[in-house]
């Protein structure tokens, strides 16, 4: 079974702090990770996923194999950045058609 | 281009009765998942299509079905509607694979009286 775990429900940060929304996964074999972002009022969307190692609106996440970890970091929060963000995990091989959603974090930027 | 579109936005229905909800994907995604939201639960996996096929399904009762028709529009069943399926439902779509990014729609929020 795939699990995905964001052990924070909310997390606030003052502008211009560091953010880290941390996730953890359990998965047999190797995993798609990706990380999704609702900003109030919008509809949910991908903010980045880890195959394509990119940094958007300046948040990053590296996949830990090793500590079943795909954190988000951003070096300097800002005020735009206050949404719900969700890491979500599929596996990478036939039927293997199912993401699997954590219960996601609501990080609150306070100006 | 147009983005998902999911109809009815707002149903109410009474607990016994059955509801039939629309999801119309992106054009040339062939891809189509449905996903339950509730506050206690988050985001849960009901299904997914591609090409017409089920390829997957999560941990739901057989009360919970869908179909995909060949212009990849998709629609999702409940029947002998519980007051625990109360939730927002959310379609997504995506070119390929679930690995692949998914475009969401707006949702459809379902109330059970």
């Known amino acids: 079974a795939q699990r995905v775990t964001q052990p924070e429900k909310l997390l606030s940060v003052f502008k211009g702090a560091p953010v880290e929304l941390k996730c953890n996964y359990s998965y047999s074999g190797s995993p798609e990770l990706f990380w999704y972002v609702q900003y109030s009022r919008q509809r949910l969307q991908l903010l980045l996923r880890?195959?394509s190692r990119e940094s958007i609106k300046g948040f990053t996440a590296d996949l830990n194999k090793g500590e079943t970890s795909f954190h988000l970091k951003k070096p300097f929060a800002q005020e735009e950045d206050s949404a719900m963000y969700y890491c979500a995990l599929t596996g990478s091989g036939a039927g293997s058609y199912q993401l699997t959603f954590g219960k996601g974090t609501k990080l609150s930027v306070i100006p | 281009k147009a983005g998902v579109t999911q109809t009815p936005r707002y149903l109410i229905k009474t607990r016994g009765q059955q509801v039939t909800l629309s999801c119309s994907p992106i054009?040339?995604?062939?891809?189509v998942s449905w996903y339950q939201q509730t506050p206690g639960q988050g985001l849960q996996f009901l299904f997914e299509?591609?090409?017409?096929?089920?390829?997957n399904k999560g941990n739901f009762p057989g009360r919970f079905s869908g179909r995909q028709f060949s212009n990849s529009r998709s629609e999702m069943n409940v029947s002998t509607l519980e007051l625990g399926d109360s939730a927002l439902y959310l379609c997504?779509?995506?070119?390929?694979?679930?690995?692949?990014?998914?475009?969401f729609g707006p949702g459809t929020r379902l109330t059970v009286t």
């Open positions: 054009s040339g995604h062939r891809s």
């Open positions: 997504a779509s995506s070119l390929a694979p679930i690995g692949y990014e998914q475009y």
């Open positions: 299509y591609f090409s017409e096929t089920q390829r």
């Open positions: 880890h195959i």
